[in-house]
């Protein structure tokens, strides 16, 4: 079975600054979709960014992106120039693309405070 | 556009009361329908999901129960609600694997 880890409960980044979440996942699968949500204290679970296993490339938008690196199973989420409206947890997601498989897999998440 | 609506918003219930929570989906046909607890400061743990009409997939036994009585509409029950049912509650749906999921505004449930 599939699992995501996320090490990190929390973190902290100061306003302006560059901050990286890892996120590290296990499966057997070639071809899969992961994602990164974002929860803000209004706890409404946002789509922050999402990459797919066959491409290479890694995903952006605007101020986040991703480093993925599929030998090493890992899927950290850099966010650039850190605004206080980043504050929140995280959460990494995974989603097998196996027929009649529909469960997303997310981890634990870690809570980003941004300091002013 | 799809949107999808969850309620209430808060819900305060006393222990051994029943519970009823629904969620329904706009804008799209057939789609895959989840239910999530989250306890404070903790991930999700996944309770049902369900990929058609009356189809329902449980993935923790407890005193919690799920049906879709209509393609875009599913509803979380209890009959009788334990202390530890307390929670944030969300609803999400998704079609294909490359989709992400879509939440609703979520569920604060508290057991007194």
């Known amino acids: 079975a599939q699992t995501v880890t996320q090490s990190q409960p929390e973190m902290s980044v100061q306003e302006a600054e560059t901050v990286t979440l890892s996120c590290t996942y296990d499966t057997s699968e070639s071809d899969y979709y992961l994602f990164w949500y974002k929860q803000p204290p209004s706890r409404q679970m946002i789509l922050v960014i999402r990459?797919?296993?066959?491409?290479?490339q890694n995903a952006t938008e605007n101020r986040f992106s991703v480093n993925f690196q599929k030998a090493a199973k890992s899927f950290s989420l850099k966010i650039s120039d850190s605004q206080l409206g980043d504050a929140a947890m995280y959460f990494c997601a995974y989603r097998s693309t196996t027929s009649g498989t529909y469960k997303y897999i997310f981890g634990t998440g870690t809570r980003l405070k941004v300091l002013a | 556009s799809q949107t999808i609506h969850q309620w209430p918003a808060t819900l305060v219930q006393p222990v051994g009361s029943p519970l009823s929570l629904e969620c329904t989906v706009e804008g799209t046909s057939n789609p895959n329908l989840y239910w999530y607890r989250q306890a404070a400061g903790r991930g999700l743990q996944l309770l049902f999901y369900s990929v058609g009409i009356g189809q329902i997939s449980s993935e923790v036994p407890q005193n919690l129960s799920a049906s879709r009585p209509q393609d875009r509409q599913f509803i979380l029950s209890s009959k009788k609600l334990l202390l530890s049912d307390s929670g944030f509650y969300l609803c999400?749906?998704?079609?294909?694997?490359?989709?992400?999921?879509?939440f609703g505004d979520g569920t604060r449930l508290s057991i007194l």
């Open positions: 990459q797919e296993a066959y491409k290479q």
């Open positions: 999400a749906w998704s079609m294909a694997p490359n989709q992400p999921q879509h």
